[in-house]
T-cell receptor, first 112, second 115 residues
């Protein structure tokens, strides 16, 4: 059973388009993180959200944490080829706050 | 920028050989992890450590073993490599971020191919 479900699994868009990817769970998380991974590299942390309903912006990226702290979304405005990569969400739950569970990821391709 | 290093980056080795993948971090983090990942696929936790002399199996069963004798060092060993072990192995360490959530820092990974 996958604790964190990410959708879509694959997304291919043209430069300049907007997109949203999702990370959903039936479990409550004390925090959720979003990572971006380029081919042949390790994931790099983009953002952490900890408060239900929280919205964080990182340039053209907007991250939202659901009110019930069970889901999150990542919205990219005016996507660029440099945004291409695997976007992973990860959550830590209550007592095992140090142990991160990762979703399968969304593989995003932005075509010039 | 994260200070966590993995060596080698790439390794091609014959079946039956013993291998050790190295992972070191200079951030003083107590918690360290090993993940296994196939290209473009999800990360599977195979080992983690709370600190020195503490190691636990992860969610995905693995024939590999780990040790944590020093805070900064978390090597992974395969006693007898098999083609089914071919994968990318990612090492990470974590800290509690300023916002209260666990934040992980990853090495660049070791791409292992067993022939």
């Amino acid at each position: 059973t996958q604790l964190l479900e990410q959708s879509p699994q694959f997304l291919s868009i043209q430069e300049g388009e907007n997109l949203t990817v999702y990370c959903n769970s039936s479990s409550v998380f004390s925090s959720l993180q979003w990572y971006r991974q380029e081919p042949g590299e390790g994931p790099v942390l983009l953002v952490t959200v900890v408060t239900g309903g929280e919205v964080k912006k990182l340039k053209r990226l907007t991250f939202q944490f659901g009110d019930a702290r069970k889901d999150s979304s990542l919205h990219i405005t005016a996507a660029q080829p440099g945004d291409t990569g695997l976007y992973l969400c990860a959550g830590a739950r209550g007592g095992s706050n140090y142990k991160l569970t990762f979703g399968k990821g969304t593989l995003l391709t932005v075509n010039p | 920028e994260a200070d966590i290093y993995q060596t080698p980056r790439y390794l091609v080795i014959g079946t039956g050989k013993k291998i050790t993948l190295e992972c070191s971090q200079t951030m003083g983090h107590d918690k360290m992890y090993w993940y296994q990942q196939d290209p473009g696929m999800e990360l599977h936790l195979i080992h983690y450590s709370y600190g020195v002399n503490s190691t636990e199996k992860g969610d995905l069963s693995s024939e590999s073993t780990v040790s944590r004798i020093r805070t900064e060092h978390f090597p992974l060993t395969l006693e007898s490599a098999r083609p089914s072990h071919t994968s990318q192995y990612l090492c990470a360490s974590s800290e509690l971020g300023s916002y209260g959530g666990t934040e992980a820092f990853f090495g660049q990974g070791t791409r292992l191919t067993v022939v």
